[in-house]
């Protein structure tokens, strides 16, 4: 069974971004399959670098499209991408370092935070973006 079930009540309606939503989804999905069987350790933390990875280029693909629409909150939304980077940089370092281990508590805060962004922040950006690509086409 999955961590974290994509539905489409997280789909924001841009093709494009909930494609990615659904790829940071499995990332986490196939991270706690591979903490539950008990990966190595190694496995686990080049995980989590690809997530970090693939969370900085989503979040690229959605600031491009906030600035291709001048979406009007883009500063803010910029700066929750902003600070979730740096808290993954963190876990990221220590797993690579050794100080740390991926966790429940982790993999809890990597899924509550998609999950809280995607409904709070990226629905309203999504709905500004529908909007933004009709008046275009």
């Keep these: 069974m999955s961590f974290i079930q994509w539905n489409d009540d997280l789909s924001i309606g841009v093709q494009e971004i909930d494609d990615q939503h659904k790829g940071l989804v499995e990332m ?6 591979a903490m539950k069987s008990g990966e190595n350790k190694e496995l686990i933390n080049n995980m989590v670098f690809k997530l970090k990875d693939y969370a900085i280029y989503h979040f690229d ?30 876990i990221d370092k220590d797993l690579q370092s050794g100080k740390g281990a991926l966790s429940m508590e982790i993999l809890n805060f990597l899924t509550d935070w998609l ?23």
């Excluded at 909150?73 to 979730?84: E, G, V, Y």
């Excluded at 999950?115 to 086409?137: C, P, R, W, Y």
Aim: proline residues 2%; positive net charge.
């Design 28 to 33: 986490v999905n196939t991270l706690y399959e």
């Design 61 to 90: 693909t959605e600031e491009r499209y906030m600035q291709e629409h001048q979406y009007p909150a883009f500063a803010d939304h910029k700066a929750k991408h902003k600070d979730f980077c740096v808290k993954v940089l963190t």
């Design 115 to 137: 999950v809280k962004h995607i409904n709070e922040t990226d629905k309203k950006m999504g709905v500004f973006l529908k909007s933004a690509i009709e008046k275009n086409q």
